[in-house]
């Protein structure tokens, strides 16, 4: 695994950067990232294109060894090309047009804009494509950050007609699956229909359904505009997207099939606040974020692009951006990088280089300070290169469970939640999380992934499930566990005929009836465990396999397939877990709280999130070749696979 | 009482609509609403009109033996429609027209709609208005759902200032009356007047008044044109409004004067979830509602229409809008429905025959599933048939209390609340609440009407009360409690002269000489009760009733006049039912939390809206003839009065 | 010290006019504040000016014995005058234009009502500036209140471009400064720069800053205009504006620079329910305010023009404008009234003479009720002229403690705080209050003040601290003590080189490194006190002074001089004031919870800001000449000097 920095040279005067790309190799670092924000520099006037300085900013970090990631900067228009166009803005839900002065401020149906994006890509390409140092492009950056990933603009109301004629046929096709008789909703032309944005109360979910489906469609083509004149004229280059962490608004499995390496920006304590972690979680994580935050990902993005991923981004100490923004616990940059391994990432990039001192993000730590000396994450970044030249070559260990998840399952239940506090990657989050309290090595994986491959398969939410994956799920022969909503709506936003779960019916035979959402604090408890959130009336010949004392079904089971009818609480994931993993034949780990387990070929890997030290003694793995038997607060043990 | 559904043919294969009908009779239902949502079908274009649908299914019904309540259905003005006059929506507070895909999307005031609703209003009022089956018209649906009374159009600003020159006269009156020197915000035309929205801060109280009362009355004027309509093209047939619950944003007595009959939604877990009732009741009552809820609306529509009055949809199940959505207990539905019967309701029409697997409501229960099968609620449904056929004929029994209510009083308190936690509606829920916890039966009616026939009067707090109602009040020869706020406005949202309670200073010799709201946690203390969000000092030469450790005068008494200056809690509230009940002659009952009686002529009903069984013993009514002596929770017991 | 009222001749009739200011003047009131909001009845019709009823209200007021405070009625444009040019308003940062129907509905920097505001004002000058009871005039009525300073129309951008222009002279400069390399913002023109506001993510915080510079600009300049033609027609009489509580939108020491007298409105309780105080302080002081509010500003604003200062406005009882209005403690009004005195007011004008019955602000209590009885405030206000008079002619104390507050700095902590709770007037109040709980009088000043004349100075946080200052304080031979975030930005919001504290560190030879914000509960322990909400690395050869159990240094001492790198909490700051005044020889006073005391050269004051009775015997003052040495809540008790 290589590591990286992302540097700026356009932020630094020139006669730092021979200095600059010497302390990234002696830090043991042989990647760099350039040029994703640097529009402005590269044609800082319409046509005038001024290469010299990335010429020698390129020329200089190759000689100096580095392999370099080049990326487009089609994120950041200058505002001479906003001013040449100024319909080429997203235009927001609330129909506000996004102004100048930050960055991601496009339409991304705007063809006036990806004419441009054609053009700077090309222009790019052509001038590097042959570069030796430059080995991989990365196009744009974070499609999506910033809510940006919709837009009610009229470029994109026209997009959205043609792409809903593409798909539907005919406006009567449209009408009868979307059910437009409902509230007199029915069109006449597609010309009539608009983005379901401001109407006075919900719009029809299939229309919503539509839209995000389309809107994904959009991020994808864009992308793939690039990675087409990349291709073409950068062979043997890699490309890559660089995604974020608890993003759903695009499918980034299908965008994922365009590209050669899936990467992802890890800013584990800005997600841990962000997003809908416990308060306890918030408090007990602090300096290290939720111990599966940085695990899922990597898992996730692993799947993305048919194996091969990387980290784009790694947090090196405080953010910006958060509510909140702690510095990581000592030790845990390292850590992140080594679980990074561990999980099989290609590359660990570090975000940035340098501290810059000025504009949005003058607070965002980097490997150096503002004032050029080290930050604590250098010391990690170099110990972690360290250990990663000791380890030598990986090769990943055979897989254990699959973990289903699905982006549309997302628009589905974020658009329809029934109860505000079901939340598709919630729920997915909580099974990954179950898994790996019990040592288990994952895949997270599409529905259309091969899933014969794996000792078990869980499916935490799949509303739209399909046929062909009811089929296909029916020849495992493997423990299967299907959790709730799975195959609760048809491709077009309707229940299916003879209720859920659907086509899923032929591996439980169950019917569910009726579902409810809870409000916090009304659940219902069964022996030692717990069920909230939502549960379902299931109508079923089989016996529950945990029914809770009121009498509710939380879960049946038929064989080796499972239906869970509820929000399971984490006792419950527990227990299933467990049966399942005995029922697979796979040795489960009940591991310490903070306390994490990956395995490579080669390698047991040991990750202590908590604040207090661990004795690993329990594990029964013996003395460790890296790291101590206890393992400190942030600190890595290295076993030799037994 | 009559049982129905809410049927929607248009959803539905033709081939479906005789087995339905077949299916309604044999649950015991006699009535169908139809057509509400239909704009679309009925008219699929810009004057082609397709009648044969609707032919179709209203003979199919009503040779069935159904009786059919027929919608207008201008809650749902078709695409076309829209596209043809786009300044037809409404704009709302942020000044942002409302947009197409949901309902509702129109502005009340707008002249060229109101056209098109005469139009097709006429069209199907000649065309079924002799139908045999049809005995009942809807008007729209649920005026003002979604927030659409307030409308910030070009037409509803041109249509206030006509309404301020009718009310006002000159402009001279209204900048005088408004006090519009204040700030200098003195109008030399109506011309100049606009919507009181947007603003730097708040507008003048009275702006605000004025642009509700004629938000109101465009409301009733849009329903009195299809009121006109009907009648002319239908004789015979009862007209009726479909209000909803815990929804002031017009004035349903004013809009009730012009129709025959008062119906309201009656969704008692949507409500809960939804409005103000704390933690601890939404807990408590979680699948049955507060045993208020639906009581209070019972009582209420009663007063709107001159008496005649049903409920027009009824919750079956789990609904789809709140943020969680519970299943009610089983026997809820039932239960709902015998205390509709109890309060006199004509009809109750569950809401709806079968659950849509489409668009927006595809969560919302009915009483078929979406597979065509029997939900819990057909059961309950056929259940209270039975019960109803068995009980007869109901007469009402003798008024006991009346709860005075005013919508006009909810919008000067929305507009001034002057502490975050006065709410109008909540306090008289609090009155309401507190009458029913001693097994009185109520009465909530308008300040105009005839308070003579009660043995008590409530007026829980009426800022805008006249010098007229004063004068009403002293002629009653029963107990009267006066909240607090009451006579503290002038009809134009001024202090009275001589401060609050203004005229009402005739019944109790008291002066409001200053109001202070209190944070929640600031109240004060009496023996065993107290005060808290609201209190007044007052100024008077009595006695005060009940006094608050600290001294403030919480109730001040006249004889058979009571002034409360405090918003009291809720033992404060018990107090003073039992002492005005005990003046009044009236008998209470103390009934165990969650237990609720309704008297009619002939017998006692008791209702369980707790979650445990209550046994009935001690309210020492013996056994009853339907249901149990220990009534289980959502169980129903009727008695013969004695 | 001179007591008055604001009062509204336009809001009553005349013929009470002459009563009125009898009653005043029996009341013990001197002056009167008259005209500010009534340029609708000066100038009903556009160049139609009525002076008749205002000539008529002036020399009755005068020629009653009263001194007038005329205010220009700037901040209440009329409907005819704001019809006559549309794009006057101010246009909110959501891109909506303000609409007229309250106040302050136009733009600093509309040019056009410039000229209509000099015109306006000049014709009072003209008319009143030579009358013999005009004494003072105020400018506008409270800059900035209801969100105002802020203006995001064309007119505002086409000054914010020249603003630029002149600031940085050329774009190339200006794109230097604020490192728009970073995300490719780089402009070619000034002529392409916006308003900051709509990006898609945060605007660069150089472009916030800047927007704010100029909008505190506009403001001065705007004030300026009308001060400058105030002087010219109004010679001998002073001017004044009346500042809010809690506000920092714009630069009160530029603008104070411009007149002669600053003025505040005191609204303590509507303060104390509004800011961030903690929900136990809410309650504690429900009635009182917390004790430090008044005078916070009192010595804010002493400092804000020269050492000339009054209330302009003075709470008498419930207000109309927060979350809950409670009354203020029998006694509060007096106590305010002498606090003021204490701290040096010229003048003290309760907000408002009688309680206008109308519009916004009919439930705001006045010194008399709108039936023209006395409210309790006039009682008080009658007391505390007694008092007064007694007290005789007042001189202040020596300066004891200077506490170093700028409004840059918190623009600089608002645009980015970087944690949520650090907020920059919390963090001077918490310094505040922790000297006045010391017994301690302060001075509140700006950076460029005189320090030389203080025993101590206390500098909460000041980012943008400059070279001069820093050389300023190491000029002093007092203790200095520098909080958090002092000297981390350069003046165009950049990391300075060498870091913070940048040239604060000849002061303090400290580096901070790293800084981390701290969600609520993540703080860190020393012995006896703590951090919370901040902390900084701090790289040093100092010893820390206060160091946390974990190792964090939390105050560095250097001699005289202390940087505390944390948010300290209450006992961490207790301690620190009682060590640099021992230091400075300055005597403490350990207050119980609710005293406070102040000092002018003749006397000692004490103010009960409990509810209960605190006994002041262990302050050993002995007896007082005015009060009881047992201080009943809201008592005063004032001592000789001994």
């Not at 796979?586 to 202590?608: K, S």
Request: hydrophobic share 40%.
């Amino acid at each position: 695994m290589k590591l990286g920095s992302c540097y700026y040279p356009e932020h630094w005067p020139e006669n730092l950067w021979a200095r600059d790309a010497e302390r990234m190799r002696a830090m043991g670092l042989s990647l760099v990232r350039v040029g994703e924000f640097a529009w402005s520099r590269i044609e800082p006037e319409a046509g005038r294109l001024d290469w010299d300085w990335l010429d020698r900013a390129i020329d200089l970090l190759g000689d100096a060894g580095l392999e370099i990631i080049l990326g487009t900067p089609t994120a950041t228009p200058p505002k001479w090309l906003v001013d040449s166009m100024p319909d080429m803005v997203a235009v927001d839900a609330e129909g506000r047009p996004r102004r100048f002065g930050s960055r991601r401020h496009y339409c991304f149906s705007h063809r006036g804009y990806r004419a441009e994006c054609r053009r700077i890509v090309t222009a790019m390409a052509e001038r590097y494509g042959d570069h030796p140092a430059v080995t991989m492009w990365q196009t744009d950056n974070e499609y999506g950050c910033h809510d940006s990933v919709l837009s009610f603009s009229d470029a994109a109301a026209a997009a959205f007609r043609a792409w809903l004629e593409a798909r539907y046929g005919t406006i009567d096709a449209l009408n009868a699956v979307w059910g437009n008789v409902f509230w007199s909703m029915e069109y006449r032309a597609f010309a009539q229909v608009d983005p379901p944005h401001l109407t006075v109360t919900e719009a029809n979910p299939a229309h919503w359904l539509a839209y995000r489906r389309f809107a994904s469609d959009e991020v994808r083509s864009f992308n793939a505009e690039q990675v087409e004149i990349l291709r073409a004229h950068s062979p043997g280059r890699a490309n890559t997207h660089n995604f974020m962490g608890f993003f759903t608004e695009f499918d980034h499995h299908a965008l994922g099939r365009d590209i050669d390496i899936a990467s992802w920006d890890s800013y584990p304590l800005g997600f841990l606040e962000q997003f809908w972690f416990s308060e306890d979680q918030k408090r007990a994580f602090l300096r290290q974020g939720h111990p599966d935050i940085a695990g899922f990902h990597h898992d996730l993005y692993r799947g993305c692009a048919g194996g091969r991923w990387g980290v784009m981004e790694q947090q090196p100490g405080p953010v910006n951006w958060a509510r909140f923004n702690p510095a990581p616990l000592p030790g845990m940059v390292a850590l992140w990088t080594l679980e990074a391994f561990a999980h099989g990432a290609e590359f660990v990039n570090y975000f940035r280089w340098r501290q810059a001192p000025f504009a949005q993000e003058q607070m965002h730590a980097g490997l150096l300070r503002p004032d050029d000396t080290e930050a604590e994450a250098a010391h990690e970044a170099r110990e972690a290169a360290r250990v990663i030249a000791q380890l030598g070559t990986r090769q990943p260990a055979a897989a254990q469970v699959a973990l289903v998840f699905d982006y549309e399952a997302a628009w589905v239940c974020g658009i329809q939640p029934q109860g505000e506090s079901f939340r598709h990657d919630e729920l997915t989050f909580a099974f990954y999380s179950a898994l790996r309290r019990q040592g288990l090595d994952i895949d997270i994986v599409p529905p259309d992934a091969d899933l014969a491959v794996y000792q078990a398969v869980i499916v935490p939410s799949l509303p739209t499930a399909s046929e062909a994956f009811a089929q296909r799920l029916a020849a495992l022969d493997c423990p299967v566990m299907i959790g709730p909503r799975s195959g609760s709506k048809t491709a077009d936003f309707a229940i299916p005929e003879g209720l859920a779960p659907g086509s899923l019916r032929t591996l439980v035979p169950v019917k569910i009836t009726r579902a409810e959402s809870l409000r916090p604090g009304a659940g219902e408890a069964g022996d030692g465990w717990g069920i909230e959130r939502w549960r379902e009336d299931v109508e079923t010949a089989c016996d529950g396999e945990f029914v809770t004392d009121n009498g509710s079904v939380a879960v049946v089971r038929n064989g080796r397939f499972r239906y869970c009818a509820a929000w399971p609480d984490n006792r419950l994931l527990d227990l299933l877990v467990k049966r399942i993993a005995a029922e697979a034949g796979l040795e489960c780990t009940r591991l310490p709280e903070g306390l994490r387990l990956r395995r490579t070929a080669g390698h047991v890997f040991a990750f202590n999130y908590s604040d207090h030290a661990i004795d690993t003694a329990p594990l029964d793995l013996g003395d460790p070749d890296i790291g101590a038997r206890t393992l400190p607060p942030a600190g890595v043990a290295i076993w030799p696979t037994r």
